[in-house]
């Protein structure tokens, strides 16, 4: 048996459960706020119009499965609707548009 080093790549990503896909949407917001580092660039940069459609992204999302999920479900959804959205305001106070 070898000992050879695993990389990420040869991890399996989990799917399918709903508090793990708003986080992962949630850190696609937070790196278009420039708070997180582009794995990619290992920059930090903002992306306002890509922030804004996230957001509101999530709060469609929110809409429309307002009655529809657990309760820790819908509160993790609304804690990071929140968050994001300070954030954002933190980020972009005062930049057109925002």
């Known amino acids: 048996m070898t000992d050879t080093p695993r990389t990420a790549a040869d991890m399996p990503l989990?799917?399918?459960?709903?508090?793990?896909?708003?986080?992962?949407?949630?850190?696609q917001g937070l790196l278009a706020?420039?708070?997180l580092e582009n794995p990619v660039t290992q920059?930090?940069?903002?992306?306002q119009p890509m922030a804004t459609a996230l957001i509101k992204d999530l709060e469609m999302?929110?809409?429309?499965?307002?009655g529809n999920l657990e309760p820790d479900e819908e509160a993790?959804?609304?804690k990071v609707v929140g968050?994001?959205?300070?954030v954002y305001d933190r980020v972009f106070a005062g930049a057109a548009g925002s």
């Open 76 to 78: 993790h959804l609304a």
């Open 61 to 66: 999302l929110q809409a429309k499965t307002s």
């Open 83 to 86: 968050d994001l959205r300070a």
């Open 14 to 27: 989990p799917g399918g459960e709903f508090s793990l896909f708003i986080t992962r949407i949630s850190f």
């Open 43 to 47: 920059e930090k940069q903002t992306n």
């Open 33 to 35: 706020c420039g708070v």
